[in-house]
């Protein structure tokens, strides 16, 4: 399912990384009381009325600024524009209006994108006398608020949703959706078009060609799929062109639209840790995984070398051992036929339920075979499990205490599930309640 994006821009120093920190609920974005903290955007999901979506925090813009850093945070609001739904504009009421942000009002009228105005920074009740001011902007009735007191958040909150495109966050159409992730170079538009028989995707040789990310339909074997290639994810100390580091949001905006993830790794490289970031954010987003190990001729053959390089994904890529690895060379046209076909296979066990009596069976046993822990003389009782979601699966379990559920003992009778059920290229989720909480997720 597709979340709306909400793109939060402005000047430096307005308040956007407290007000972001204070909608998602944790502390993500540093703040500091220095202009141009946040240098790169911070991307998170975020709830209101039952609405999910996922908000971008940007760095500020200095429309004139020749320093180097905040052009390069205004390429990244740009960017993030273009790639939002609805985009929050904030000013700083202390400071009242100012040229850069009617210049910044100019950008942002001329995206034609839903912009909600808040004024930033009004902690007491009574409006500043020059808040009237933010009118001239010509974008809406502004809104007072204070990201230190969440002051009218819900007004503004209320605001956001209300702007969301008809029907955005559902999805109408039962095709896969299958973004194509990894390192700039790695064969990705090389993939695509050859799991679409054409090309449809320009194909260089040069890292970072592909800038943004491509939609491309098409059904086999009387099943649809959309496939949605990605520019290449750099490490932050590799990007040298502006547009390669702003590329990165397109790609997390592409894993949070699919359904499964094929994270492409070049095998003369290896697993590197850019891949494991990568990796990190499908897995954190609960998107179907498949390792897709390219440039397999390239490398020379013993007996076991396939096995040997499954071990070092195990090794390097340990929280996500249930996504598995196809080995191919785009090339060649070797076994480029096998990844659609696992791509179905781990589509269809996002979305497999499994009993109720089945799992708790499965559960007994599993905690026969090995006893809950105990801490003081107080040991872990399981009353039962259900499954209550899907895509990807969702356990909710009924215990004593959730304290005692240790990690470990979590990983345990996931690792039982797995091996009961399947749910291969799946993370599986769980929730712990106690006598007394809600039933509902």
């Known amino acids: 399912m597709s979340k709306p994006i909400v793109a939060v821009v402005g000047r430096p120093n307005v308040g956007k990384s407290t007000f972001f920190n204070k909608i998602i609920g944790r ?18 999901e ?8 996922a908000m971008i925090d940007t760095g500020g813009i200095e429309p004139d600024s020749k320093d ?5 945070m205004r390429e990244q609001a740009e960017v993030a524009m273009a790639t939002a739904d609805v985009i929050v504009f904030m000013v700083d009421g202390k400071d009242g209006l100012t040229a850069a942000d009617r210049e910044v009002g100019e950008m942002l009228m001329r995206t034609g994108k839903k912009v909600v105005l808040a004024v930033n920074k009004v902690d007491k009740p009574m409006l500043p006398d020059d808040f009237y001011d933010f009118y001239e902007l010509g974008l809406g009735e502004p809104i007072a608020i204070s990201s ?9 909150l209320d605001e956001i949703v209300d702007s969301f495109p008809e029907g955005a966050g559902t999805e109408e159409e039962d095709d896969i959706k299958i973004a194509v992730i990894g390192k700039p170079n790695v064969g990705k538009s090389s993939l695509i078009n050859e799991l679409l028989g054409e090309k449809r995707v320009i194909v260089s040789p040069i890292a970072g060609t592909t800038r943004d990310s491509i939609d491309t339909p098409f059904e086999q074997d009387g099943q649809k799929f959309m496939l949605i290639d990605t520019a290449g994810i750099r490490r932050k100390n590799k990007v040298h062109e502006d547009i390669e580091r702003y590329s990165v949001i397109r790609a997390v905006a592409a894993i949070e639209r699919c359904d499964v993830c094929l994270l492409m790794i070049d095998a003369t490289e290896g697993i590197t840790e850019q891949d494991k970031k990568i990796a990190g954010v499908a897995h954190e987003a609960g998107k179907g995984i498949i390792v897709v190990v390219n440039k397999w001729d390239l490398i020379e053959k013993e007996t076991n070398t396939m096995n040997e390089f499954r071990k070092e994904i195990a090794k390097e890529l340990t929280f996500m051992s249930y996504a598995p690895s196809v080995f191919i060379s785009v090339k060649n046209h070797k076994r480029v ?8 296979i781990v589509s269809e066990n996002r979305a497999m339920r499994v009993s109720t009596g089945q799992l708790n069976s499965l559960i007994t046993d599993a905690t026969m075979m090995k006893q809950p822990p105990s801490d003081k003389g107080k040991r872990l009782k399981i009353y039962y499990a259900t499954q209550v979601g899907v895509n990807p699966p969702l356990f909710s379990f009924k215990v004593n205490s959730r304290q005692l559920f240790h990690f470990t003992y979590a990983r345990y009778l996931e690792n039982k599930i797995r091996e009961g059920f399947g749910f291969e290229g799946t993370s599986i989720k769980f929730v712990f309640r106690e006598k007394g909480d809600k039933e509902d997720v």
Do not use: C
């Open 27 to 44: 502390r993500v974005s540093i703040v500091e009381d220095t202009p141009g903290v946040t240098r790169d955007r911070i991307y998170a």
């Open 46 to 53: 975020a709830e209101w009325r039952g609405f999910h979506f």
């Open 68 to 72: 180097i850093i905040l052009s390069q």
């Open 148 to 156: 230190i007191n969440m002051l009218n958040f819900g007004d503004l």
């Open 337 to 344: 036929d096998k990844v659609l076909e696992m791509a179905k």
